[in-house]
């Protein structure tokens, strides 16, 4: 009896430590699990009640504009998977905010569409780096449906009057309220993905191959901005997607190859450049392992580290021009230059390779970087040795034949090989044209062959 009861004892003990196991695991879930299942944000406005959500929706609240400014500066920090449940920007979703804006009041949405108009507002907000217009941006969805995003982040290469008309936007953003028959959503800022070859808006197809990737192509303004210096912590963000976006067009496979790259008149207007595709032809020097920090995310790279390979590439007959200002000491460079080019994972015909090799690698232009050196100081303390910064597709990368990088040697026994077989073709032809000749002469003898008579 005695023994039962320790069972039973022993079987309830047991039935509590489980239970208080799985309520242990359960509560270690994150918060943001729970979340990310839903799609009303309303609790990362804690200053805001429902009954303020809900005027806002309607249009019965006061100072919208302070009101969707404030929205817009805290969407920043909202984290990615929050958004897993964002509701698709359709035609026939937005009708239904329409006819029922109170029940979508501070909803997660996803748009993607094209740019009918931009114009900024009276609106305001006020960030780190200043205080920013919030603009008012009309975007058709791709199946007809209208809305407008209120956003103080819009590319700056759109903001001229008539650029952005047409361009292709895809982003995500909180419905505040509706106008004029429209939703009108809330978002830190215009993601940019052209998909068509622009010119006058620096748009080619390397840009538009890192779009496809996912690259957001407005987050080049901020490497832009830093041109000049190393990357820093202001453009870490935009540097990790900028990897990944390569990554993702190297593993999609047949990227296009891109021209030549000219260091002249990249190095004239290097800002102009950023992102677009080159053809990275030199003789490979040196390649060194960079260490990838463990918080590093999103970046396929072997054994938690890319490569930096230093190419000298040939500048022809032109001449490179370093140069402290216009006033300054400047130093002519004949014959080449050395640049850098980042990968992603190293090729295999690269491994355990002895250098210098030459070699052909498709890369897009990420920088400027320009520092002194033990010659520069020699010249000047202000003058500064830029250096091109690329990122390369591994996969596309290939060695050239050091000895024969044009392939003229190849030519050359071709026609040589098809010299001698012309030359045999004739002896043929001219040893059967000698027999025929006797043979004919044999009938025409009197006694030998058959006879004519």
Same mark, same amino acid.
């Given at each position: 009896?005695?023994?039962?009861?320790?069972?039973?004892?022993?079987?309830?003990?047991?039935?509590?430590?489980?239970?208080?196991?799985?309520?242990?695991?359960?509560?270690?879930?994150?918060?943001?699990?729970?979340?990310?299942?839903?799609?009303?944000?309303?609790?990362?406005?804690?200053?805001?009640?429902?009954?303020?959500?809900?005027?806002?929706?309607?249009?019965?609240?006061?100072?919208?504009?302070?009101?969707?400014?404030?929205?817009?500066?805290?969407?920043?920090?909202?984290?990615?998977?929050?958004?897993?449940?964002?509701?698709?920007?359709?035609?026939?979703?937005?009708?239904?905010?329409?006819?029922?804006?109170?029940?979508?009041?501070?909803?997660?949405?996803?748009?993607?569409?094209?740019?009918?108009?931009?114009?900024?507002?009276?609106?305001?907000?006020?960030?780190?780096?200043?205080?920013?217009?919030?603009?008012?941006?009309?975007?058709?969805?791709?199946?007809?449906?209208?809305?407008?995003?209120?956003?103080?982040?819009?590319?700056k290469t759109l903001l001229k009057?008539?650029?952005?008309?047409?361009?292709?936007?895809?982003?995500?953003?909180?419905?505040?309220?509706?106008?004029?028959?429209?939703?009108?959503?809330?978002?830190?800022?215009?993601?940019?993905?052209?998909?068509?070859?622009?010119?006058?808006?620096?748009?080619?197809?390397?840009?538009?191959?890192?779009?496809?990737?996912?690259?957001?192509?407005?987050?080049?303004?901020?490497?832009?901005?830093?041109?000049?210096?190393?990357?820093?912590?202001?453009?870490?963000?935009?540097?990790?997607?900028?990897?990944?976006?390569?990554?993702?067009?190297?593993e999609q496979g047949n990227p296009?190859?891109?021209?030549?790259?000219?260091?002249?008149?990249?190095?004239?207007?290097?800002?102009?450049?950023?992102?677009?595709?080159?053809? &990275?032809?030199?003789? *490979? +020097? #040196?390649?060194? !392992? %960079?260490? /990838?920090?463990?918080?590093?995310?999103?970046?396929? @790279?072997?054994?938690?580290?890319?490569?930096?390979?230093?190419?000298?590439?040939?500048?022809?007959?032109r001449t490179l021009v370093l140069?402290?200002?216009?006033?300054?000491?400047?130093?002519?460079?004949?014959?080449?230059?050395?640049?850098?080019?980042?990968?992603?994972?190293?090729?295999?015909?690269?491994?355990?390779?002895?250098?210098?090799?030459?070699?052909?690698?498709?890369?897009?232009?990420?920088?400027?970087?320009?520092?002194?050196?033990?010659?520069?100081?020699? &010249?000047?303390?202000? *003058? +500064? #040795?830029?250096? !091109? %910064?690329? /990122?390369?597709?591994?996969?596309?990368?290939?060695? @050239?034949?050091?000895?024969?990088?044009?392939?003229?040697?190849?030519?050359?026994?071709?026609?040589?090989?098809?010299?001698?077989?012309?030359?045999?073709?004739?002896?043929?032809?001219?040893?059967?044209?000698?027999?025929?000749?006797?043979?004919?002469?044999?009938?025409?003898?009197?006694?030998?062959?058959?006879?004519?008579?």
């Amino acid at each position: 009896m005695v023994r039962n009861s320790e069972n039973e004892s022993l079987k309830k003990r047991a039935i509590r430590q489980s239970a208080f196991a799985f309520a242990l695991l359960i509560s270690s879930v994150p918060a943001g699990f729970a979340r990310a299942q839903t799609n009303d944000f309303r609790e990362y406005f804690p200053q805001m009640e429902l009954d303020d959500w809900s005027k806002l929706a309607s249009g019965d609240a006061e100072n919208t504009e302070a009101v969707t400014g404030d929205i817009a500066l805290r969407l920043e920090n909202i984290p990615d998977w929050a958004w897993a449940n964002a509701i698709d920007a359709t035609a026939e979703t937005l009708a239904g905010v329409v006819r029922s804006p109170r029940e979508f009041a501070c909803r997660a949405f996803r748009f993607d569409g094209r740019v009918v108009d931009l114009a900024p507002t009276t609106g305001e907000v006020g960030r780190d780096d200043g205080v920013r217009p919030i603009w008012r941006v009309a975007i058709q969805t791709r199946d007809g449906g209208e809305l407008i995003v209120l956003t103080d982040r819009v590319p700056k290469t759109l903001l001229k009057k008539g650029n952005a008309n047409g361009q292709r936007v895809s982003g995500r953003g909180v419905f505040v309220f509706a106008n004029n028959s429209r939703p009108v959503l809330v978002s830190d800022r215009l993601p940019w993905f052209p998909d068509q070859v622009n010119d006058g808006l620096h748009i080619g197809e390397g840009q538009m191959v890192l779009a496809d990737g996912g690259l957001d192509i407005g987050l080049l303004d901020d490497i832009r901005q830093y041109s000049d210096a190393a990357v820093g912590t202001a453009e870490h963000d935009v540097f990790q997607q900028f990897l990944r976006a390569v990554d993702r067009a190297d593993e999609q496979g047949n990227p296009p190859i891109g021209k030549p790259v000219d260091l002249v008149v990249l190095a004239q207007s290097p800002r102009e450049h950023v992102g677009q595709l080159f053809l &990275v032809e030199g003789k *490979l +020097r #040196r390649i060194t !392992p %960079v260490e /990838v920090p463990d918080d590093f995310p999103g970046v396929m @790279v072997e054994d938690h580290r890319y490569f930096q390979l230093d190419v000298f590439v040939p500048l022809g007959h032109r001449t490179l021009v370093l140069g402290a200002g216009s006033d300054g000491p400047s130093v002519e460079i004949h014959g080449g230059f050395g640049v850098t080019v980042l990968l992603a994972r190293l090729p295999s015909e690269l491994k355990n390779r002895e250098l210098p090799v030459e070699v052909a690698v498709p890369a897009f232009f990420l920088k400027i970087w320009k520092h002194k050196t033990i010659a520069t100081r020699a &010249v000047s303390p202000e *003058l +500064r #040795r830029p250096n !091109p %910064v690329f /990122v390369g597709l591994p996969r596309a990368a290939r060695v @050239v034949d050091a000895e024969d990088p044009t392939g003229l040697g190849l030519l050359i026994a071709a026609f040589w090989i098809g010299l001698i077989g012309v030359v045999a073709g004739l002896v043929v032809w001219s040893r059967g044209r000698s027999r025929s000749h006797l043979s004919r002469r044999e009938i025409q003898l009197p006694g030998k062959g058959i006879s004519s008579n």
